[in-house]
């Protein structure tokens, strides 16, 4: 897992040539893990989250139809079925291929919006010998279809068989209103952290090279290459659904989680800041901030839900100057 070295000047030079176009820097993570706490500042960032039309809202009304129209109940997920979950398997197939296909098909068959927000300005590689098939799309459909989505949907019928069973507690609205719309809250910030522990296991040496290497294959994201991984990583990165199995919560709940881990995961590789409507970004989508991880690795491990980079001294804010920190700890690491 090598990383380029360069001069401070050349570094500097490069890092701003590099990006058709930065977000507001420097990048900022979720306040609600600073202290002193600012309660308005952390209202604002909830705000922005959960009170605008996002991905948040989108994925709870998908995880609404598919509950009622789309989802087998728990009577039924009993016992395991081919029925059931060949049906699951379906409705995930194609949420993933009118997602991931439909902003690849937006942003980059149709350019639509041209360059518009777009982080990197190059185009996705249609060939090389380092993709399946020896192209880009190809090769990142391939796995996420063919492995992403049935990872995702074991891990669902896990979790609904558990519920059914006993096994994982069943958390009824009647029950506890506050704390059944708080865990949909709750869940993308226990997502980040589990992804930060996972994703930065991810990059020891010995499993990047046999593991994780597959998803860095792409330095230039796209819609396709979020859920594009290596099966044993798709085994690992779906754990997060199991604190379902500790922790009292509802089928939408499940629904909700493993939605958010897959279909997030297109639109946060989008390769577009978000979907222009009037020159103006009216639905947020990819983050710089992990483009910023697939262009350098070792930087931006986590999400900025939860600010394990900073803690850890892996944050990269997006600016110039934070560019030329990491390229002075590259620099003292050569030299060792």
Not at 185 to 200: A, D, G, K, Q
């Amino acid at each position: 897992m090598n990383t380029p070295v360069e001069t401070s000047a050349a570094s500097r030079n490069r890092f701003e040539e590099q990006w058709h176009y930065r977000p507001d820097t420097p990048i900022q993570s979720s306040p609600i893990f600073e202290w002193p706490l600012k309660p308005l500042v952390i209202w604002r960032w909830f705000a922005d989250r959960w009170l605008v039309f996002g991905e948040n809202i989108v994925l709870v009304i998908l995880a609404l139809v598919s509950w009622n129209w789309f989802q087998p109940s728990l009577e039924v997920t009993r016992t395991f079925s081919f029925d059931w979950i060949g049906a699951m398997y379906m409705r995930n197939l194609l949420l993933m291929i009118v997602v991931a296909g439909g902003l690849h098909l937006y942003l980059y068959r149709w350019k639509k919006q041209g360059d518009l927000l777009r982080h990197d300005s190059r185009a996705l590689d249609v060939n090389g010998k380092k993709f399946t098939f020896n192209g880009q799309v190809r090769d990142n459909m391939f796995w996420t279809l063919a492995s992403g989505v049935t990872f995702w949907t074991a891990y669902e019928v896990f979790a609904f068989w558990g519920m059914a069973n006993g096994s994982a507690p069943l958390l009824l609205w009647a029950d506890n209103p506050v704390w059944f719309m708080l865990l949909f809250v709750l869940t993308p910030i226990w997502i980040s952290l589990h992804f930060y522990l996972v994703h930065r296991w991810m990059h020891w040496p010995r499993v990047y090279k046999i593991v994780h290497k597959l998803h860095h294959r792409n330095t230039n994201v796209g819609p396709w290459s979020g859920l594009s991984m290596h099966p044993l990583e798709h085994l690992v990165y779906f754990t997060s659904i199991l604190i379902h199995f500790l922790i009292a919560s509802h089928p939408l709940h499940i629904l909700f989680h493993m939605m958010h881990q897959s279909l997030t995961a297109s639109t946060s590789h989008a390769g577009y800041s978000g979907v222009s409507v009037n020159q103006k970004n009216r639905f947020a989508l990819g983050t710089f901030h992990h483009q910023l991880h697939h262009r350098y690795l070792d930087c931006n491990y986590g999400n900025l839900e939860v600010p394990c980079d900073k803690l850890f001294g892996t944050f990269h804010n997006g600016t110039n100057a934070a560019h030329e920190k990491l390229q002075e700890k590259r620099r003292e690491k050569a030299r060792r």
